[in-house]
């Protein structure tokens, strides 16, 4: 008989315990965004792999991995981090009453979900973050040394030495796990250099990329602290745009030159056209009488220059024979009459 029931609650015993794993391995969110290494307690994480409650996240140095949890909360964790899923406890499908993580170090951002936001809290080494409905960025040094820029909203954050309120957007804390804390104003990059880590707050400066709208809530003028944006606002001066610039004017000038330059060079100053057209040689028209003339002169030599003397002398012989004719004529007529 007590063999039997031995028997029985042992077998009850191990199937209660079966089921506590899976009660403590409930998933309450998944990934939508890996790259590079992202792990969870049961090895790599990819897209659309669950996260389960009491899950521990890390990402390599440079990791990035993106999270929705079920009320709707988003959470990027960033290069070389590390954060637990501390408590999630239900309300229903849409919100919860508790949701908590713990950032051990790393880069995040924090966009809030469905569920109220006393509902939310952020433990870090140097405080805790009480969130009220709010997104912002939060980074965690390996001494612990925590920095938050609120980026929507309003959050507070209270540690050792005391409380701060964010309250505008872009406001900055800085605290330190002794107590140090800074007052709440604007970041600006000269925040790097107090967490000595110019790859802190990637999100804001450029470095790390994130996806869908949690990626568009950036700015905050931390931009040009990364240094490839740098690189890429170099070449732009290089391009030069001061030639293009005075091109407008040369092309202006030449005009103003051609109009100098064409009362210099006119039309009729060139050589062949100085003379009329008449006096080229073989143009010369006028020369024609002359040459007429000429050759209506002729040399007693016979030559074609003497052939108009040649004619009036033939005319004084034809007039000659006229005369000798008349006087033979004559002497006939006297001869005729004297016989008579």
Same mark, same amino acid.
């Given at each position: 008989?007590?063999?039997?029931?031995?028997?029985?609650?042992?077998?009850?015993?191990?199937?209660?315990?079966?089921?506590w794993p899976?009660?403590?391995?409930e998933?309450?969110?998944?990934?939508?965004?890996?790259?590079t290494q992202?792990t &969870?307690?049961?090895? !790599?994480?990819?897209?659309?792999t669950?996260v *389960?409650?009491?899950?521990?996240?890390?990402t390599?140095?440079?990791?990035?991995?993106?999270?929705?949890?079920?009320?709707?909360t988003?959470?990027?964790?960033?290069?070389?981090?590390?954060?637990?899923?501390?408590?999630?406890v239900?309300?229903?499908?849409q919100?919860?009453?508790?949701?908590?993580?713990?950032?051990a170090?790393?880069?995040?951002?924090?966009?809030?979900?469905?569920?109220?936001?006393?509902?939310?809290?952020?433990?870090?080494?140097?405080?805790?973050i009480?969130?009220?409905?709010?997104?912002f960025?939060?980074?965690?040094?390996?001494?612990g040394?925590?920095a938050?820029?609120?980026?929507?909203?309003?959050?507070?954050?209270?540690?050792?030495?005391?409380?701060?309120?964010l309250?505008?957007?872009c #406001?900055?804390?800085?605290?330190?796990?002794?107590? #140090?804390?800074?007052?709440?104003?604007?970041?600006?990059?000269?925040?790097?250099?107090?967490?000595?880590?110019?790859?802190?707050?990637?999100?804001?400066?450029?470095n790390?990329?994130?996806?869908? &709208?949690?990626g568009?809530?950036? &700015?905050?003028?931390?931009?040009?602290?990364?240094?490839?944006?740098?690189?890429?606002?170099?070449?732009?001066?290089?391009?030069?745009p001061?030639?293009?610039?005075?091109?407008?004017?040369?092309?202006?000038?030449?005009?103003?030159?051609?109009?100098?330059?064409?009362?210099?060079?006119?039309? *009729? #100053?060139?050589? *062949? /056209?100085d003379?009329?057209?008449?006096?080229?040689?073989?143009?010369d028209? !006028? #020369?024609?009488?002359?040459?007429?003339?000429?050759?209506?002169? /002729?040399?007693?030599?016979?030559?074609?220059?003497?052939?108009?003397?040649? /004619?009036?002398?033939?005319?004084? *012989? /034809?007039?000659?024979d006229?005369?000798h004719?008349?006087?033979?004529?004559?002497?006939?007529?006297?001869?005729?009459?004297?016989?008579r």
């Amino acid at each position: 008989m007590w063999g039997w029931r031995s028997v029985s609650v042992a077998t009850l015993c191990i199937a209660l315990n079966g089921a506590w794993p899976a009660l403590a391995a409930e998933p309450v969110g998944q990934a939508v965004v890996v790259k590079t290494q992202v792990t &969870g307690q049961s090895g !790599p994480i990819e897209v659309d792999t669950r996260v *389960h409650r009491n899950e521990r996240i890390k990402t390599s140095q440079s990791g990035l991995g993106q999270f929705v949890f079920r009320d709707g909360t988003k959470l990027a964790v960033g290069w070389g981090s590390s954060v637990v899923i501390d408590k999630y406890v239900f309300d229903d499908s849409q919100s919860v009453k508790k949701l908590t993580i713990r950032a051990a170090k790393g880069t995040f951002r924090w966009v809030s979900g469905n569920s109220n936001s006393s509902a939310y809290q952020i433990l870090t080494p140097a405080g805790t973050i009480g969130v009220r409905g709010t997104a912002f960025d939060f980074y965690v040094g390996p001494d612990g040394t925590t920095a938050i820029v609120l980026l929507n909203g309003a959050a507070r954050f209270c540690g050792p030495g005391g409380c701060r309120q964010l309250q505008q957007r872009c #406001d900055c804390v800085v605290a330190k796990p002794n107590g #140090d804390m800074s007052a709440a104003r604007r970041v600006d990059p000269s925040i790097l250099a107090t967490l000595g880590n110019q790859r802190a707050l990637p999100f804001l400066s450029g470095n790390q990329r994130l996806a869908g &709208g949690i990626g568009m809530l950036g &700015g905050c003028n931390m931009a040009s602290v990364a240094p490839e944006r740098k690189d890429r606002t170099r070449p732009p001066p290089a391009v030069a745009p001061a030639p293009q610039r005075q091109d407008p004017p040369q092309r202006q000038a030449e005009p103003q030159k051609e109009r100098r330059n064409k009362p210099d060079k006119p039309h *009729h #100053d060139k050589p *062949h /056209h100085d003379r009329p057209h008449h006096d080229k040689p073989h143009h010369d028209k !006028p #020369d024609r009488p002359d040459k007429h003339d000429g050759h209506g002169r /002729h040399d007693d030599d016979g030559k074609p220059g003497n052939h108009g003397l040649d /004619h009036r002398g033939h005319e004084r *012989h /034809h007039d000659r024979d006229r005369d000798h004719d008349n006087d033979r004529n004559h002497d006939r007529g006297h001869n005729f009459n004297r016989g008579r």
